[in-house]
C-alpha cells in the first residue's frame, strides 16, 4: 500500500463560527483560531478541515456561498486567513478547505444574473424548469416532486420568469447545473486559485449530488405527502464520475493535497470507484452508513443502536481498502449531535465512554477525523425554546411538524434535542468564565450550560482526561503504523456488547478491544501474548471489561 501523509495524518475541524470569537461580537472568526493553534498543535493533529468562510448571507451558515473569492466579514480578512494559512504551515499542519460547490447563495452575482431573464447569459448555469399541470385539479405544481434535505419541495417559483429553480438543500442554495461546461470551468479555475494561494485540499461538500438524472422524473410518491426522498436521482448520478475524473485532470492532479468527498447514500463499490488511486478522482469521502444506525427513515426518529450493525458497517468498508482506495472515520461533524451522547454515555460514563469512542475512531484503517470539542468531551445540549436554535434544518422540522402537521410540540422538541445538527455547533468551551472564554460579547448561539465542568482549561489540567487521552493515541497511532496501514481483522465476531480487531502489517499485530456499553462483560485474551499501549481505565483486569473499556495491546 502507498504511504501518503494523508492516510498518516489526524484531521481536526473546526466550525469557525463557533471556535473563539477573538474581538467581542459573539462570533467566533479566524483571529479566534489563530489565538488557538498553540491548542490545536498540542493536541498532535496533522490537518485542518475549516468549515466554510466565504463570503455568505448565512442562510445555511456560509454552506451557502455568495462569493468564492472573499472572506465573510464576520469571520475577518483575507489578511487574516492568509496570516492563518502561514502560521499553520510553520507548524507543520496542514489545511485544507471546503468547496461547495453543488449549490451556491441566491445571492451569488450568477444566480443574481440567472433568474433575470430566459436568454441570460447565466440562466443554464442552474436547472430552471417550468411547472407541471396536476392531474387532480388541473393547478400548476413544480416540476418534480422531489423533497428537499430541508423539508418541502426541492423547487422554488421565481416570478420574473414564470419558472422554478431546483434547490435540494434551502431556498436560498440554487443547484448549479453542472451540465453546462461553464459552471465547470468556473468551478475549477476556483479551485486552482485557492490551491494557488497554498492551501493543502478540500473537503468537497455533497459532492456526489452534482449528476441529476436526465429528464428529472418524478419519485414514487408516499402515501400522504406531497414531496418524496430522490436520493436515486440524483445522488452518485450518472455523469459523477466522467466530473470526478475531469476535475482530477484538470485541477487536483496537479498539487499533493488530499481530497474528502461528502457522499451521503454511498455504497462501498462507490467508494471504491471514487477513491481507488487507479481511478484518478477522490482520495477519499465520507460515507454515512454509521450516522443511520440509530434511526428509522428519517434521521429525527431515533432508536437503539446495536454493535452488530457497527461491526458489520466496519467490516464491510474495509473492502474501499483492500481494492486500492482510502476510508475516513468519523463519529460527528457539525451536522450531527455530538457522538459522546449519541453512542456514549454523557451521564454516567461520559469520561470513559468518551474516551472509548476515541479509540475507536483512532484505530480504523483510513484517516481519522475528530471534530471541535470531541476531544474534551462536550455533550448535546437540549434548549427549552425554539427560538433559542439557529440551524435552518431544525428550524424547518419544526415548523413542518408543529405548524403543518400538526404533531406533538413536546414530542417535536425531544427529537430536536436528540438529533439536532446545533447540538455540535454550540460554542467551544475554553474555560469556566462567563461565555465559556468563547466571547467577551452576546454569543451568537446560547452556550451549552455544561462549561462549568466541561472546558479546556479542566482538561489540561488534569493528566488522566479526555483531551490528553486523544493526545496519547494520536502518537500511539503514529508509533505503530499497524493502526494505519494494518489490515484489519475482526475478531470475536458474534459478541454483541465487545468489538474487537486485530491491525496487522507484516506480522506485526496491534489488538483493539472495546466495549461499546455501560455492563461489565468478560472476554477471554489468554491465547495473546501482549503488552497494554493503553487503556480508559488505570488497572485493568485480564478478563473483564469495565464499562465502556477500551484497551489498545501490542501482540508480541
Ligand atoms: O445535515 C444533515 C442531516 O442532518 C445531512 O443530511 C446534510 O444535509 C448533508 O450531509 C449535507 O451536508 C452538507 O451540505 C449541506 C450543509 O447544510 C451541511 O452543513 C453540509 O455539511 C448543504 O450545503
Ligand atoms: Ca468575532
Not at 447545473?177 to 465547470?184: A, D, G, K, L, P
Not at 485480564?542 to 473499556?549: A, D, Q, R, S, T
Amino acid at each position: 500500500m502507498k504511504e501518503k501523509w494523508w492516510k498518516e495524518g489526524v484531521v481536526y475541524q473546526i466550525y469557525p463560527r463557533s471556535f473563539k470569537d477573538s474581538n467581542g461580537d459573539g462570533i467566533g472568526d479566524l483571529r479566534g483560531i489563530i489565538e488557538k493553534i498553540d491548542y490545536i498543535e498540542n493536541l498532535g493533529v496533522d490537518i485542518i478541515w475549516l468549515n466554510p468562510v466565504y463570503k455568505s448571507p448565512n442562510d445555511d451558515n456560509g454552506y451557502d456561498i455568495s462569493d468564492y473569492y472573499n472572506i465573510m466579514d464576520e469571520f475577518g480578512t483575507m489578511a487574516d486567513w492568509e496570516e492563518l494559512l502561514d502560521k499553520l504551515h510553520k507548524r507543520g499542519i496542514k489545511l485544507i478547505m471546503d468547496l461547495v460547490v453543488n449549490h451556491t447563495s441566491d445571492e451569488h452575482k450568477w444566480f443574481v444574473e440567472s433568474r433575470k431573464s430566459k436568454d441570460n447569459p447565466y440562466r443554464d448555469y442552474y436547472i430552471w424548469r417550468k411547472g407541471k399541470e396536476n392531474k387532480e385539479d388541473g393547478k400548476e405544481i413544480e416540476p418534480n416532486n422531489w423533497l428537499s434535505f430541508f423539508s418541502g419541495s426541492a423547487w422554488k417559483y421565481d416570478k420574473t420568469t414564470d419558472e422554478y429553480f431546483m434547490h435540494l438543500f434551502t431556498k436560498k442554495q440554487p443547484d448549479l447545473n453542472w451540465e453546462n461546461e461553464n459552471v465547470r470551468k468556473e468551478v475549477y479555475k476556483m479551485m486552482t486559485w485557492w490551491l494557488d494561494k497554498g492551501i493543502d485540499g478540500f473537503r468537497m461538500d455533497v459532492i456526489n449530488l452534482i449528476s441529476k438524472v436526465d429528464g428529472l422524473p418524478d419519485v414514487p410518491k408516499v402515501k400522504g405527502e406531497k414531496y418524496s426522498w430522490g436520493g436515486d436521482y440524483f445522488m452518485n448520478g450518472p455523469k459523477v464520475e466522467e466530473w470526478f475524473k475531469e476535475m482530477n485532470k484538470e485541477v487536483l492532479s496537479k498539487y499533493d493535497i488530499m481530497t474528502v468527498g461528502e457522499c451521503p447514500g454511498t455504497t462501498p463499490q462507490e467508494g471504491i470507484n471514487f477513491t481507488a488511486e487507479e481511478n484518478r478522482e477522490l482520495n477519499m469521502i465520507f460515507q454515512f452508513e454509521l450516522m443511520g444506525i440509530d434511526s428509522e427513515i428519517v434521521k429525527w426518529n431515533t432508536k437503539q443502536f446495536e454493535l452488530k450493525d457497527i461491526k458489520r458497517i466496519i467490516k464491510k468498508w474495509q473492502l474501499v481498502i483492500e481494492k486500492g482506495g482510502w476510508n475516513s472515520n468519523y463519529l460527528m461533524n457539525h451536522d450531527q449531535p455530538r457522538a459522546l451522547s449519541r453512542f456514549g454515555d454523557d451521564k454516567n460514563y461520559r469520561k470513559e465512554s468518551a474516551k472509548m469512542l476515541a479509540t475507536f475512531t483512532l484505530t480504523l484503517p483510513g484517516t481519522p477525523y475528530i471534530y471541535q470539542g470531541e476531544e474534551i468531551g462536550m455533550v448535546n445540549v437540549a434548549f427549552e425554546k425554539i427560538d433559542d436554535y439557529k440551524d435552518v434544518e431544525t428550524i424547518n422540522y419544526y415548523n413542518e411538524m408543529v405548524f403543518d402537521k400538526k404533531e406533538n410540540k413536546e414530542k417535536i422538541m425531544k427529537q430536536i434535542h436528540q438529533m439536532s445538527r446545533d447540538n455540535s455547533r454550540t460554542p467551544m468551551q475554553w474555560d469556566d468564565t462567563e461565555n465559556a472564554g468563547f466571547t467577551t460579547g452576546n454569543s451568537w448561539i446560547k452556550l451549552n450550560p455544561s462549561y462549568k465542568e466541561i472546558n479546556v482549561e479542566n482538561d489540561l489540567k488534569d493528566e488522566n482526561s479526555i483531551y490528553n487521552y486523544y493526545k496519547k493515541l494520536i502518537k500511539i497511532r503514529k508509533e505503530n503504523k499497524e493502526l494505519i496501514y494494518g489490515k484489519y481483522i475482526e475478531i470475536n465476531v458474534e459478541n454483541e456488547k465487545v468489538m474487537s480487531y486485530i491491525l496487522e502489517k507484516e506480522n506485526s499485530k496491534i489488538l483493539v478491544v472495546i466495549n461499546f456499553f455501560g455492563d461489565n462483560e468478560t472476554l477471554d485474551l489468554k491465547g495473546y501474548e501482549k503488552e497494554l499501549l493503553i487503556s480508559n481505565y488505570e488497572n485493568s483486569l485480564e478478563v473483564e471489561l469495565k464499562p465502556y473499556e477500551a484497551r489498545i495491546y501490542k501482540i508480541k
